[in-house]
C-alpha cells in the first residue's frame, strides 16, 4: 500500500448498522474497502493521507450477482470475475457492453480480486466498467436507508461520489428491458498496452425495432473525456430513427455529433484531437456490434 495510506485500524464489520455507525462517527477519516484495488488506485496517487481507519464490509452478504424482477442485481463486494461468469450464463444479449468491458480489464489477479462497489466509488473516469454499466442504465443502491441514485448522477467527478454521512453502496442494479424490442449492447475500448487505462472507451445500448431502425439508444464514454463518464445527448438522440446497419450512416452522423457531445483533454498519453478521433471509431464500433447483438450475434 502506498506510503500516503497508513490506516491505524482495520475493522471487520459484522453488520449494515455497524459499518454506518463507523462512517458517521469517523467521517473524511474513514474508508470503506473490500477488494481494496481500488483504495491502493488512489492511494497510490498520493491520496487519504487522512484516513485512519478502513472498513472492511466483506462479512455483510454482498457477494452476490442474480437476475430478479427483470434486474441484474450486483452486491458491491461482487469481484469482477463473479459477475462475468454469471452474466456470460444468463446469456442476455443487452448485457455484451458488460461481458465486453470486464473482459477488457486486467490483469486477471486484479479481477479476481477488484469488486464492483470499489470500482464505482474510486470515480476514475479511466475506468471500464462504470462506463458500460451508465450505458445500461444501471442505478445504485445505497444503504443504510436504501436511496436509490442513476449511477451517471453518483458519479460526481475525480473520486467525489455522492455519499452522505454513514453512507456506503450495497448494490448496483441494472434494469433489464422488455423483449417487445431487439436489445443490444457493446463496449469499445482503447488503450496504449493490454492492462493500461483507457484513453477512450465507449458502451452503447440499442433497441431495434422490426424494420431495423434504432427506437432507442445509449451511448456513455470514459477515458480522457473529463473529470467522468460523459454521456452522449445529441449521438444518442440523433441514432434515433437511423439504420443501425448502414455503416456508412453511422460514420457520417458520429462525424456530425462527437464534437458536440465530447471536449476531451490533452494529456501526455493523446491530444485532445486524437481523443476525438478515437471517440467516432469507438462509438461507431460498439454500436455496430449493439446492434449486432440485438438481431441475434453471437455474444
Known sequence: MSQSLNPREYVIVQSE???????????EKARI?????????????GLFAEVEVLIDITRLNLNYVNVKERSLRIGSCATMTSIFE?????GYPELGALLDALQAIQPLQVKNVATVGGAIC???????LPVSLIALGAEVLIAPDSRTVKLVDFIKGHFAVDLQAGEFVKEVNV??????????????????????????????RVKIKEDGLISEARVCFGGGVGEKPKRADKIERALVGSSAADENSL?????????????????????SKYRTHLAK???????????????????
Open 175 to 204: 434494469p433489464l428491458l422488455e423483449r417487445s424490442e431487439a436489445v443490444g449492447s457493446a463496449f469499445q475500448k482503447f488503450a496504449l498496452t493490454g492492462d493500461d487505462w483507457a484513453i477512450i472507451n465507449c458502451g452503447s
Open 33 to 45: 474497502i473490500a477488494g481494496g484495488t481500488g483504495i491502493y488506485e488512489v492511494a497510490h496517487r
Open 281 to 299: 471509431v469507438l462509438a461507431r464500433r460498439s454500436i455496430l456490434r449493439s446492434a449486432q447483438l440485438a438481431n441475434g450475434g453471437n455474444a
Open 251 to 271: 460514420k457520417t452522423l458520429l462525424d456530425d455529433n462527437v464534437e458536440q457531445d465530447l471536449d476531451p483533454i490533452s494529456d501526455l498519453r493523446a491530444s
Open 17 to 27: 448498522a455497524e459499518a454506518t455507525e463507523l462512517l458517521t462517527k469517523r467521517g
Open 122 to 128: 474510486t470515480a476514475i473516469p479511466f475506468f471500464d
Open 86 to 90: 454469471a452474466v456470460q450464463l444468463a
